[in-house]
T-cell receptor
Framework: GDSVTQMEGPVTLSEEAFLTINCTYT??????LFWYVQYPGEGLQLLLK?????DKGSNKGFEATYRKETTSFHLEKGSVQVSDSAVYFC????????????FGKGTRLSVIA | DAGVIQSPRHEVTEMGQEVTLRCKPI?????LFWYRQTMMRGLELLIY????????DSGMPEDRFSAKMPNASFSTLKIQPSEPRDSAVYFC???????????FGSGTRLTVV
């Protein structure tokens, strides 16, 4: 079945460091790919998405490129801030209908000043 | 748009009591998803509805759990009787099409003592 694998956390970075959170997937067909972010005490929020190969999703300084050849959708940010401390979830849907998203287990990021 | 609205935000109840969690999806969204999140098990899909019809409840942990969606603007998740191991954060999410992404509510933090 479809699956998403994220790098294990937690990830601890100093402010202004470069961030990469790895995400790889297994899916039939041509999935749409997502990154969600969960700040402490809140629900998950859609951060960015990409729907076809070579698409780049971006939002709030975060970027991820849909790489079909490596089945990856790694999340990157050039300079993290303390306010980016959160849990990040990679997800996919390989369905054009309304079957649920398949989520990774989440990666906790802590940014220290 | 007020987003997905869940109530209550926090619920503390005694073991054996009935608990009802409520969700109002975004107007026009035709799919609704209930999730449970714990430190040990992460994010688990409990049940989802398309056009108010339950499609897959295989994630519901036991018969003590039930969910309904009587109309397009309201859903409930009920636990009867509640047990301490049901303590978790319960999220509701809705979508128009899953490949657009979900919108999550802020969650209900349930504590069963």
């Amino acid at each position: 079945g479809d699956s998403v694998t994220q790098m294990e956390g937690p990830v601890t970075l100093s402010e202004e460091a470069f961030l990469t959170i790895n995400c790889t997937y297994t899916a039939t067909g041509y999935p749409s790919l997502f990154w969600y972010v969960q700040y402490p005490g809140e629900g998950l929020q859609l951060l960015l998405k990409a729907t076809k190969a070579d698409d780049k999703g971006s939002n709030k300084g975060f970027e991820a490129t849909y790489r079909k050849e490596t089945t990856s959708f790694h999340l990157e940010k050039g300079s993290v801030q303390v306010s980016d401390s959160a849990v990040y979830f990679c997800a996919l849907t390989a369905d054009s209908g309304n079957t649920p998203l398949v989520f990774g287990k989440g990666t906790r990021l802590s940014v220290i000043a | 748009d007020a987003g997905v609205i869940q109530s209550p935000r926090h619920e503390v109840t005694e073991m054996g009591q009935e608990v009802t969690l409520r969700c109002k999806p975004i107007s026009g969204h035709n799919s609704l998803f209930w999730y449970r999140q714990t430190m040990m098990r992460g994010l688990e899909l409990l049940i989802y509805f398309n056009n108010n019809v339950p499609i897959d409840d295989s994630g519901m942990p036991e018969d003590r759990f039930s969910a309904k969606m009587p109309n397009a603007s309201f859903s409930t998740l009920k636990i009867q009787p509640s047990e301490p191991r049901d303590s978790a954060v319960y999220f509701c999410a809705s979508s128009l099409k899953v490949y657009y992404g979900y919108t999550f509510g802020s969650g209900t933090r349930l504590t069963v003592v």
